[in-house]
């Protein structure tokens, strides 16, 4: 029986990639561990190797092939003896990829294992806010595609040029070019004096970067994730964020922390968690979650400018997502101001980074039912803009708030609860909170996909508020 | 250059430098310095003033604390006044030091205000953090201080990154990072140690072991009870130093600064020293001996040690330094004065400086 090799996934969060080169061409014979082919994403090239033996019978997605869908087939294998009619046997899965095979078990393990449901498939294509006017942008401007991974290298890159003492440490952010593919080209354009890989070391080198901030550097702190940093937790919150009170205003420190927060995908409980909350916290702190290519490469240059700790938080799995960037020399986003990423009359949704996946995807949702929600994307949660959501809510008289985060203390109950205080009387409705649910991150796929928040989970929550 | 002749593995080291740091760990138990360069007698007198200043001035804390004038925690140097007295007479202008929470002596060291220091102890407008730090946490940038930190090794991260920064920008300046016995035990320290030594940073650690950590008798809380060895793994130098004696702290601190500022990396001084009163003003200090606390003071004062010397050598008669004495009184008490006058901080002050 013909042996069919699936397109791999590189990591947790790929869904597609590119089929670069065959090493192989159809009728070499292949042995385990055979090089095959080789296929890149927008972080790194990876050969594939052969599990199985035989004779590469059929190629099935040509080099050069773009945006090829983990799982699709690729190729196909004959066993010895076996001859090119057994090919006709071979499930004809190649013209209609995905969804179909995405069931399939792989026969083909790879590098990659198996991989079910990948991410949740209301976020596979995250949705674009509507066309609105970016607020940050001046009308006219050229926009260009960019993933947030190329937006967040361009800011640093912008901000090292510009400003000498600004550098970038943390693990593999140098030679190895980022662990996310972040930094990538900047030990080359910068050099290792400003591009430091450090040892694993978390505690230790944030409170270099605190010290080298309070002597007046503006360092980048990456942690390889947030979930990391709780090692240096300590240095964050007593060091960083309350030296400049307790100096009575003499020493600053400019300094940024970044890298991914929140649930990745299928890495279980120590791996998946939402910061915004705990850092959001503290005052002394500023707190970023960008979810556009846009808004991650603008208000990354603000962090930077800013004379404060901020902490940034990336989400790994919009890494690879693009939207538009504007072609401008100095694009820079102000900290501290929400956006209306959609505009609407019936229910205001609030949510910020990756939470404004579930908001938009729920508003188009809405929209069939005749509900249009205005979604609101914080950007910054602290410190909070909370004018912009009361502005809305006093429009629309009704609010959910949406994160992935836990629901316990989390910045959807702040948000609730500043509506409460300041707008009670523009509420037409209790204000509901769709969050992730009060569990550790489990591993199973199917657990997993019920921790998090879901586009349903909004579009209900809407529907109470709305009573429709 | 002071003519301290070391011990080391390596062999002498000549000009009173460390040998080659390929030894790092070449102190003996009982190695405190042997020799030590003779202070000529305007050092000996200047050291003498300053160590006398730092221990009247902790005395008049103590005193204000007791009168209610000081809140929250007050922990005093008295007894350990040679370490930074010696240590900053090794530094040059731009130089910076870093510190935990036992921190006054450090400060005055630095050449801050006592009056500054003392208005921040009493939470006063005229403190040098606005009476928003208080005891354990003051800054003079303008000095070089850094803090004045209160988590407990913190500072240590916090040190060696002040010296990544001289280093990233090659200004040729040192910092000095002390920390206690008991702050040696922290996870933190040793991930500084090992990126001080991998980028050699300059930076001086100062282990002050004053023999307790709060109540924790050294040997009950280090498998290593030689902190100068705590680098060792990571090839980092050290060495013991009698902490007592102002003149071997200032040899050392001087080997120590220049084989940091000439870009060899960080260096270890673990100074003896001893703290005779307890860990902070709420601590009777039951965990060791009257007759030990005595014998420290009789036998090794690092105060009296000068005094002598300074009589001996008839450098000073004792009107002299009856004189001085009184003098530092009367600064110490116009510090207090204003500290105990200087009124609060202004209401509003609470909620600036918390963004900048």
New interface residues.
């Given amino acids: 029986m013909p042996v069919e090799i699936l397109m791999p996934a590189l990591s947790p969060t790929m869904e597609k990639g590119n089929l670069a080169k065959w090493i192989k061409k159809e009728g070499d014979a292949v042995k385990s561990g055979d090089v095959i082919a080789e296929i890149e994403t927008d972080k790194a090239t990876m050969e594939v190797e052969a599990v199985d033996e035989g004779t590469l019978g059929k190629i099935l997605i040509p080099e050069g092939t773009q945006d090829v869908a983990v799982n699709t087939p690729i190729a196909v294998i004959l066993a010895d003896g076996e001859d090119a009619a057994a090919l006709d046997a071979a499930p004809k899965a190649a013209e209609s990829a995905a969804p179909a095979v995405a069931q399939q078990p792989s026969p083909v393990a790879d590098a990659a294992p198996a991989a079910p449901a990948k991410v949740e498939s209301a976020l596979a294509n995250p949705p674009q806010p509507a066309a609105l006017p970016e607020p940050d942008v001046p009308a006219g401007t050229e926009m260009v595609s960019q993933t947030i991974r190329e937006a967040l290298r361009d800011a640093m890159a912008e901000e090292m040029r510009r400003d000498g003492d600004v ?1 970038i440490m943390g693990e593999e952010v140098a030679e190895y070019q980022g662990a996310y593919k972040i930094t990538q080209g900047l030990l080359q354009e910068f050099g290792a ?1 400003r591009v430091i890989d ?2 694993i ?1 978390e ?15 503006k360092p980048i702190v990456e942690f390889m994730t947030f979930n990391f940093a709780m090692q240096a937790i ?2 964050i919150i ?2 960083a964020a309350k ?10 420190c400019s300094i940024v922390f970044r890298g991914p927060n929140g649930a990745a995908a299928r890495v279980a409980a120590q791996h998946s968690q939402d910061y915004s909350a705990w850092y959001s916290h503290i ?2 702190l ?1 707190v970023v979650a960008p979810y556009t290519a846009a808004d991650a490469k603008g208000l990354l240059k603000a962090a930077i400018r800013d ?2 700790p901020v902490i940034f938080l990336e989400n790994e799995i919009l890494y690879g997502h693009s939207s538009p960037v504007p072609k401008l020399d100095d694009f820079v986003v102000p900290l501290g101001k929400a956006k209306v990423a959609r505009p609407g009359s019936d229910v205001t949704l609030v949510a910020w980074s990756i939470g404004m996946s579930y908001a938009l995807k729920a508003a188009e949702e809405l929209s069939k039912l005749g509900i249009e929600a205005e979604v609101i994307d914080l950007r910054t949660i602290r410190p909070l803009d909370i004018a912009t959501v009361i502005a809305s809510v006093q429009k629309t008289g009704r609010c959910v708030t949406v994160e992935e985060g836990w629901p316990q203390s989390g910045v959807g109950s702040e948000i609730v609860a500043q509506l409460m205080e300041k707008t009670f009387d523009y509420l037409d409705a209790p204000v509901l909170r769709v969050t992730g649910k009060d569990v550790p991150m489990p591993y199973a796929a199917n657990l997993e996909k019920l921790a998090l928040p879901t586009v349903q989970d909004v579009v209900e929550a809407v529907r109470a508020v709305t009573y429709r | 250059m002071a003519l301290a002749a070391k011990k080391s593995a390596a062999g002498t080291a000549a000009a009173g430098k460390p040998a080659a740091q390929k030894a790092p760990a070449r102190r003996s138990e009982k190695s405190a310095v042997k020799s030590i360069a003779e202070f000529s007698k305007a050092e000996e007198l200047e050291a003498y003033r300053e160590m006398l200043a730092i221990r009247r001035f902790e005395e008049k804390a103590g005193q204000m604390y007791g009168m209610g004038l000081i809140g929250g925690f007050c922990h005093l140097y008295i007894g350990q006044e040679a370490v930074v007295v010696g240590m900053q007479k090794a530094l040059k202008s731009g130089d ?1 030091v ?1 510190t935990g929470y036992r921190d006054h002596g450090h400060m005055l060291a630095c050449g801050m205000d006592p009056k500054g220091v003392m208005a921040e102890l009493t939470g006063r407008r005229g ?7 208080g005891s354990m ?5 303008e000095k070089g201080f ?6 407990v090794g ?1 500072q ?11 280093h ?1 920008r090659q200004n040729g300046n040192v910092c000095l990072t002390y920390f206690g016995d008991g702050a040696a035990n922290q ?2 320290v040793y ?2 140690f ?2 001080a030594e ?1 980028w050699k940073l300059p930076v001086v650690y100062i282990i002050e072991n004053n023999k307790y950590a709060m109540g924790t008798a050294v040997n009950r809380a280090s498998a290593q009870t030689d902190f100068s060895r705590r680098g060792t793994s990571f090839n980092i130098p050290g060495e013991q130093v009698d902490g007592m004696d102002v003149r071997a702290v200032y040899a050392a601190g001087q080997r120590a600064v220049e084989f940091a500022r000439s870009g060899k990396g960080p260096y270890i001084l673990e100074m003896l020293t001893y703290r005779y009163r307890g860990h902070s003003m709420s601590d009777p200090a039951k965990y060791r001996s009257k007759e030990e606390v005595q014998k420290m003071r009789t036998e090794h004062d690092p105060i009296e040690q000068v005094r002598a010397r300074l009589l001996e050598k008839k450098w000073a008669s004792e009107e002299d330094l009856k004189a001085i004495d009184a003098e530092i009184r009367d600064t110490m008490n116009a510090a207090a004065d204003f500290a105990s006058s200087d009124p609060e901080p202004d209401a509003s002050e609470l909620y ?5």
């Fill in positions: 550098f004096r450090t040892p070391t505690h230790g080198f944030a409170g270099v970067g605190v010290g080298a901030a309070m002597a007046g550097l300590d240095q007593n060091s030296t400049l009170y307790m100096s009575g205003g003499q020493i600053q005052p002394g500023k004379p404060n | 910076q870093i403190g040098y953090s606005k009476g928003k730090g946490h003051m800054f003079s940038v850094f803090g004045g930190h209160g988590i913190a240590v991260s916090l040190g060696t990154g002040l010296a990544f920064a001289d990233y996870g933190q991930e500084s090992n990126m991998l600036t400086d918390i963004l900048r």
